[in-house]
C-alpha cells in the first residue's frame, strides 16, 4: 500500500512542486482549465462547474493515496500548471503520471523540470515499480518531454479521442524503477 498523505514541497531550478493552495491559486487553476490548449491536449471538454473544480482541488492535500501538486514559476511563486500521481495499482506497484502546463508555463522548460522532479520524488520515496502514462498522438511535445525524463513506448490506444472529427491514438508509455536508476546514473 502507498502513502501520499503528507504533500511535499519540492524546489527546482526554475519552478517549486508544492500543495495547492486553492484560495490563492484558483484563478491561475481556472486560467489552465479554460485554455484551449490545455482543452485540446488533456481530451477534455469546455467548461465545468466552477464550485465542483474548487471543491475538487480543496480535497487534493488529503488524498493518501495519489500526488497533486502545483507548478508554480519560482520567480513569482504563481501557478502555472499542476503534476499528479494517481490511480495506484497494488498489484503491479504502479501509478499512472500526468501534468498540466497552463498558457503562462509553456515553452520554458518548466514541464520536463516538474516531471524529471515528480518521478524522482516518487521513485526516491516510495516503492514503486513503475510509473505509466499516456499522451495523444498530436502532443509530440509532451511525448519528447517524457521521453527526457525516461519514459520508453509501451502501446497505442488506437483511435482512443475524437476531436474534430478526427480520431487520435493514445500513445502509452512506462518508466520502470530499473530504467530509472540507469538513467540516474
Known amino acids: 500500500m502507498i502513502n501520499l498523505r503528507n504533500k511535499p514541497t519540492i524546489l527546482g531550478d526554475k519552478i517549486i ?3 495547492f493552495k486553492v484560495e490563492e491559486d484558483f484563478p491561475r487553476i481556472e486560467e489552465c482549465l479554460q485554455d484551449p490548449e490545455v482543452i485540446k491536449l488533456t481530451g477534455s471538454t469546455p467548461g465545468y462547474n466552477r464550485e465542483e473544480v474548487y471543491d475538487w482541488y480543496n480535497t487534493r492535500n488529503e488524498q493518501p493515496d495519489r500526488l497533486d501538486l502545483a507548478i508554480a514559476d519560482k520567480t513569482t511563486n504563481t501557478l502555472i500548471g499542476e503534476v499528479v500521481a494517481n490511480l495506484y495499482d497494488e498489484k503491479k506497484s504502479s501509478m499512472n503520471f500526468r501534468i498540466l502546463i497552463g498558457p503562462r508555463g509553456r ?32 502532443n509530440p511535445r509532451a511525448k519528447t518531454v517524457y521521453e527526457k525524463v525516461g519514459f520508453q513506448f509501451d502501446s497505442v490506444d ?28
Open 17 to 19: 512542486l508544492r500543495p
Open 107 to 138: 515553452n520554458r522548460g518548466f514541464g520536463t523540470e516538474a516531471s524529471q522532479l515528480m518521478i524522482d520524488y516518487l521513485f526516491t520515496h516510495t516503492d514503486l515499480n513503475q510509473v505509466t502514462l499516456s499522451v495523444f498522438a498530436f
Open 158 to 185: 488506437e483511435k482512443d479521442l475524437e476531436f474534430e472529427g478526427e480520431w487520435i491514438d493514445s500513445i502509452n508509455m512506462k518508466l520502470t524503477r530499473d530504467w530509472w536508476k540507469k538513467k540516474i546514473n
